[in-house]
């Protein structure tokens, strides 16, 4: 860990020990911390290219501390400097997903989307992955997702040439679709990167979720991605069922809110996500 940060945690926190670099970090660079008293999680990121990168992790985790429904790290420091940013959080203890603990959880991520906020999107833009999100605030759900997930994603796509300008849909086809699939539900907070890497499970059984790309949307969006590359089990969805009821045309928005993420993957790991997303592209928008 570079000298600075370890400086920095030293003036703000107390005298490290000893640090472990550990695996994970496609955006930044994860380490252990151990102090006298505590261990720490830290992160770092030096990426001119992402300069925000954790101050939007750190506002989105402290949005989600903020509606209490489900558990999120404790945040011991966060430091702007010019050669990069420091996060620091508290160390959790994984334990054993349970079907009792994965079933809570679903229970607990209902409860954060029955929350009720004025608009959609966030005043805060934020990252998904490694790539900018906007959230400029919008009343409608429809637009707000095609012009602040679907098209930009679709634009970077097609300029990357990763994706054939022939399968790229105009916005009004986008808006058009959207607006008939997705309607207009109320508005939330959601964690907006649900994968099984975002949550996990401590040794008492609680459920806390970790590296958020936050903002105000539908909930079915974190159900979506939770789906996509699975590691959540059925109590969870079950849990979740419990306090939301499955809506009808829920598998069609299911196969929009996880075509942004497609295409997001798409832009970042290359072509070996371009027939999924064709897939999605052909059966909604052709």
């Not at 990168?53 to 949005?63: C, D, I, M, P, Q």
């Not at 997001?264 to 027939?275: A, C, D, E, K, Q």
Request: net charge negative; proline share 5%.
């Amino acid at each position: 860990m570079d000298a600075l940060w370890l400086k920095i945690i030293e003036q703000s926190i107390g005298k490290v020990q000893r640090t472990r670099a550990l695996s994970g970090g496609d955006t930044s660079s994860i380490y252990e911390v151990e102090l006298k008293t505590i261990t720490l999680i830290t992160k770092t990121n030096s990426d001119a290219n992402t300069p925000s990168l954790l101050h939007a992790e750190r506002l989105g985790l402290e949005a989600l501390a903020m509606h209490a429904a489900v558990a999120t790290p404790e945040i011991r420091l966060y430091k702007k400097h010019e050669a990069g940013e420091l996060l620091v959080m508290q160390r959790l203890q994984t334990g054993e997903k349970t079907s009792a603990a994965l079933r809570q959880f679903g229970r607990q991520l209902a409860q954060l989307h029955q929350i009720r906020v004025p608009q959609f999107g966030w005043e805060q833009a934020n990252y998904i992955g490694k790539l900018p999100q906007s959230n400029t605030p919008n009343s409608s759900w429809s637009l707000f997702y095609a012009q602040e997930r679907l098209q930009p994603q679709i634009r970077m796509a097609v300029d990357s040439r990763l994706l054939p300008l022939t399968d790229a849909p105009s916005i009004e086809r986008i808006e058009h679709v959207c607006a008939y699939l997705l309607g207009n539900p109320p508005a939330s907070p959601i964690h907006g990167d649900l994968w099984g890497g975002n949550y996990m499970i401590a040794t008492n059984g609680q459920a806390y979720l970790i590296d958020p790309s936050f903002y105000h949307g539908h909930g079915e969006v974190d159900l979506a991605m939770s789906r996509l590359f699975g590691g959540f089990g059925a109590a969870f969805y079950e849990g979740y069922d419990e306090i939301i009821s499955p809506e009808a045309g829920a598998e069609a928005r299911r196969d929009l809110y996880q075509l942004y993420y497609l295409l997001v993957h798409l832009n970042i790991f290359g072509r070996s996500y371009l027939s999924s997303v064709q897939q999605i592209l052909n059966r909604y928008f052709t």
